[in-house]
């Protein structure tokens, strides 16, 4: 008995962290009143803990309830995911962890970058089963004011967790209103939501985690529900951190290349990275490779792709910025940036940093021999000297893939030495040098995706404009 009468009045400070809309089904007690002493996401997460929902060990925690086995394997696999270093693969795991949890038919992950949130992931089982579905770029290009116009940017505003029973019978007292905007543009129609704050370890919200329509719209999210996506969000918030402290080091280094040459900016390294990351995707799918090797091989290439030039920092920014022709020697010290690239990365053993050394080494290796650095005898040696160029094959895939994407980025993109091409010059390009050039496989399937590589292609372009360095 005793330990009941400890435990009620923190399962009663628990709700209260958790805001219901009033939907006019509801009990008088669940409307704007209870809203309006919802607390911060931190406060939370203590209470949960202290509540015996948690399982994972830490301050507070002394034991474990049914809930918290309920919630356990969810919990497991989010901690999973705090060892991946890619910040999207890792917001994808989250957002699919969450929806499985809670059986939630779409759901979203927002990033807060300058007053404004960003979607970074969407998925929709209603809308778009295929990662590169024209109407999932609806929502990938568009962004939200963090202030009281829409439930995330509300959550994002006030720190605060938002359960909503029916997202166009919102009250206006809730302090917060539905913007009904992408359900006019793609056709869907928005019911129950779940939205929480993703926070870092200062308590500053790095973005948000929403979820929508329970059971296909058929049921509301139940507070056990938001307490358990409160405590995955608590921990996708410190993988988040690392995760984007993984990636902006990378675009530091990527910003360090870019000072010697100005082409090679982190805007190009992020569009090459998206690219060729689902270049994989499409590849891997006709491959019909497992699920858990897709995942960690586009994890490791999201990366590499970013790092395909960093080795630019060792060359003169004198060669990679004159103007005009460049003599066979001034060319070759230029190309050298292929085996300073891979140098970075060869004294250290994980998956990400040999994936990183491999596209730096052989991102400019042709299909047909013809490219370089080739197979070198010593790619430690003083003095760098090229071997015959690799052919098809021997050219690891992740270096194909990430050719083409380079390749084809840059054409589509303004240089100093050049108007930016068209989409069809580019990609007739691509078809053109098909097995001479590129691996002809993987070259008909970028072919086979005008829809998504354009869509890529307009939303980093997008991004870089409204927030260069928000992710
Ligand atoms: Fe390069
Ligand atoms: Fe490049």
């Known amino acids: 008995m005793k330990k009941k009468q400890r435990r009620r009045p923190l399962k009663r400070r628990t709700k209260k962290n958790v805001s219901r809309a009033k939907s006019g089904k509801k009990p008088a007690s669940h409307g704007p009143r209870r809203a309006r002493r919802t607390s ?11 509540d015996g929902l948690a399982t994972q060990s830490g301050p507070g925690v002394r034991r474990k309830g049914a809930a918290t086995r309920r919630a356990g394997p969810a919990l497991r696999r989010s901690a999973d995911s705090s060892r991946l270093r890619d910040l999207d693969s890792l917001l994808d795991r989250i957002l699919a962890e969450a929806r499985r949890f809670t059986r939630a038919e779409a759901g979203a992950v927002y990033l807060a970058a300058r007053g404004r949130l960003h979607f970074n992931f969407v998925q929709n ?50 302090g917060y ?45 139940a507070p056990g529900a938001a307490l358990y996506v409160s405590q995955l969000a608590a921990n996708a918030g410190y ?58 091989t586009r994890e490791a290439l999201r990366l590499a792709a970013i790092l395909h030039d960093v080795g630019k920092v060792a060359v003169s920014d004198v ?14 010290l230029v190309r050298c940036h292929t085996v300073y690239g891979a140098r970075l990365f060869l004294n250290t053993s994980s998956p990400w940093d040999r994936a990183a050394a491999e596209v730096a080494l052989n991102h400019h290796e042709q299909w047909n021999g013809g490219g370089y650095p080739g197979r070198m005898a010593d790619l430690r040696a003083r003095v760098i000297v090229f071997g015959p160029g ?27 030495y050049k108007k930016p091409w068209t989409e069809d010059e580019a990609r ?38 409204a927030a260069p360095r928000g992710r």
Request: no cysteine; proline share 5%; charged share 30%.
């Open 40 to 50: 911060s996401p931190a406060r939370s997460a203590r209470d949960i803990t202290r």
């Open 125 to 174: 089982d209603a809308l778009f089963k295929d990662e590169g579905a024209a109407l999932k770029q609806e929502y990938l290009t568009s962004v939200l004011p963090v202030d009281k116009t829409s439930i995330p940017g509300y959550v994002a505003a006030t720190g605060k967790t938002v359960l909503v029973d029916d997202a166009y019978r919102v009250k206006k007292g809730a």
């Open 177 to 221: 209103a539905f913007n009904a905007e992408l359900d006019r543009r793609t056709g869907y129609r928005t019911r129950s939501v779940l939205a929480v704050p993703v926070v870092a370890r200062n308590n500053a919200v790095l973005g948000v985690l929403e979820l929508v329509n329970a059971a296909g719209g058929r049921a509301r999210f």
């Open 239 to 296: 993988a988040v951190e690392n995760a984007r402290l993984t990636r902006e080091m990378a675009f530091r280094m990527v910003e360090m290349a870019a000072l010697r040459d100005p082409s090679e900016t982190a805007a190009h390294a992020e569009r090459v990275s998206a690219i060729a990351s689902r270049l994989y995707l499409a590849w891997a799918k006709k491959r019909a490779v497992s699920p858990e090797e897709r995942r960690a």
């Open 319 to 332: 060669l990679l910025k004159k103007p005009g022709m460049l003599t066979p020697r001034e060319r070759f």
């Open 390 to 416: 690799k052919r098809g094959k021997e050219i690891p895939l992740l270096a194909r893939i990430v050719a083409i994407a380079d390749v084809y980025d840059s054409l589509v993109s303004r240089r100093a």
């Open 428 to 465: 007739e390009f691509i078809r053109s040098k098909s097995g001479v050039l590129f691996d002809p496989e993987l070259a008909s399937l970028f072919l086979a995706m005008p829809s998504a590589i354009r869509a890529i292609e307009t939303r980093y372009r997008q991004r870089a404009v």
